[in-house]
């Protein structure tokens, strides 16, 4: 009544009126607020009464009494301090604190946000409860609600809503799932809700894998109609479908991960499995595995679901005895209808979405799946840990690991999946001295025989043959995954190192681990190569225009050169045998002797980096203003980040201290060569 009074009068009357309005509003919330204090205190009170009367004898309720008035007097205080509370909200309802704290109470509703913009940010507040007029619908109406506001509402919001309620949100996605009725609601609400136990539960035990990568099938044909290359009318769309794949992807994740009530079946990989390799329903194949790597984007899976479902696949692609499976089961390159994965050109910044999107062909379905291990290290380890062999220039090497680098292309993602699974399998350990024992190994040592097979084969490898593709000069390691194989080299830059000193001389008949302190009185097990085969891996991954792989190394080994001079003051000491303890003494040490030694080694590291990788192996060619870039941006990195090190030859990068890494290399400015220069 009072707003539509309002509409007509000037702007300092409206505001006059929005005060008034939002000043009842508060009044409302805090007698409701105060009412439920009320509510509660008479409830505390009848408890109270109804023991002293369960007493036989008036003697026994007096003496009952007695006990129970601590808990009286508490009931009153409490009650007693709403009313203050109350009455200050009364007093001064616009003031911020106040108006935040009956939101945060449940006592205001649900469009209080936006009503009391101008007073307090109450987007930011934690609910403690749910809105009252959210409260109080029903199950299904809390349900819709959800829904139509799935872009407004976050996390802490949904952890308020029932079990049941959650299961109702869920039911509806899956309604349009089903359907194929996807659209802006169905995408927002998987994003809301990706991370719920309960949803995901309810989501994947009402929608069967087909009807999953039917949906997908239908929305891929929508957005990319067969013989077009991304209509630019169908963006909307297209967003769509990507938040869709993000969402419904990372709800997957999480529904793997369920324990109790909500775990799924035990069976669930053999499940998948039949469901991607069935060729009477041909979309399944891009369509479910494409979900498992969206998801694995933001998400970890299940490991062991995981591991297990990819070692299927992966003895299903090699009973086919090199013949293609994934292009046929798709029918990609057939009638044109096969499922297609969404791309954009990137448009302003933070914003994906230009006015053109793109597709690839997601055919590769055990490539999406080593992609989907991107948050799953234990999934990568588990898949690569495979007891069978075979024999590969009078070594044995690992099975998988042999094919996947030598008998098999990549044509969607350029070996980007397999990199990613590489990575985990060989860096998420480093820092592992044991966990758990599979065949007498620990996981690090595991990791690093993982490590030493790849860059042996690398360097058997890279020159040789005719390439995969047409025109090649011999094969090198897939432009997609060089990032990942410099990460690799990174977390093991201590081997790289040792290698880079002693050229030839670490043979491999040693073994594929190097046993060396870590110093703290273990052992850290490292990677065993020959300086010929890591020349050969330092070119493959500086090859390509993207140095990203370069990088991580560079980095590493100026982070590792960092770790040496550390070494040489720690263990710095004077003629006496005592260790210096202040500058002048410190240039009366062997420290000078120390540190030259120190400084010399690692130069003749990152020159075994900079000229094999930068440089190609050409000497003397001059470094170009990009290659001076990447090394600025190294060098920026090395002098801001010291992550924990042992000692030169036991430290190590672990996959979190990588990803640290790749966060500051990616903040480093472009001009970073200026500064230095």
Partial sequence: MIATAMEGADTPTKNIGRNLIQGITIGAGAIRLFGTAVETFNNTIDGLNSQIRSEATREEQIERKSTLSGQHAGAVQTLQSAARTAKGQLSDPLKPAHVEAL???????????????????????????????????????????VIDHAKDLDAQFIALLSPAVRGLVAEAVAKDIRTKAIDEDTAATLALMKDDAA???????????????????????????????GPPDQVERAKVYA???????????TYTKATGAHAPPQDLSDQWFRAITDETNPENAAALTMLIKHGGKTASYDPTF????????YDWERSHDGMPV??????SFGTGYGVKEPYYDLGKPGDPYDDTAHYQVPYDGLANLLSGMAKTPEAAEQFFDDPDTTRYHDRDVNEKLHYLFTERKWPTDDGDGFGVALEGATTHSRDVVSKGDLGGETAQSRAATLASQTVFIIGQESGTGDGPWPGDDGWHVPEGMTDSVGKMLASYIPDVHRAAQEGNGDSLDGGWTYDASDGKGGVALGM??????????????????DKTGLQYVTTAALTHHNATVANALDTA???????????????????????????SKSGRTLALVM?????????????????????????????????PVANPVGSVLTGQALGLVGDQLAAQPDSAAQSWA
């Fill in 103 to 145: 939101y945060a109470a449940g006592a205001l509703p649900s469009f209080a946000p936006e009503m009391f913009r101008n007073v307090a940010d109450l987007k930011a507040v934690k609910l403690t409860a749910l809105p009252f007029d959210v409260a109080n619908m029903s199950a299904e109406d809390q349900a819709k609600y």
């Fill in 243 to 253: 938040e869709f794949l993000a969402g419904a992807g990372h709800a997957f994740a």
């Fill in 528 to 545: 065993r190569a020959n300086v010929d085969d890591l020349t050969k891996v330092l070119q493959d991954v500086g090859r390509y225009d």
């Fill in 573 to 599: 000491v004077l003629p006496d045998g005592s260790h210096p303890t202040t500058l002048k003494e410190l240039s009366a040490s062997n420290f000078e002797e120390l540190l030259g030694d120190a400084s």
């Fill in 306 to 313: 995981l591991a297990d479902l990819t070692d299927q696949v």
């Fill in 199 to 229: 949803f995901a539960h309810r989501l994947y035990s009402t929608v069967t894998p087909d009807q999953m990568a039917d949906a997908i099938f239908d929305l891929s044909n929508e957005v990319f109609p067969p013989g077009t290359f």
């Fill in 611 to 643: 000229n094999e990788g930068f440089l190609g192996g050409k000497d003397g060619e001059a470094a170009t203003q990009e290659q001076r870039e990447a090394l600025a941006k190294a060098f920026g990195v090395a002098t801001e980040f010291l992550p």
């Fill in 326 to 331: 994934w292009g046929p089961i798709n029918d």
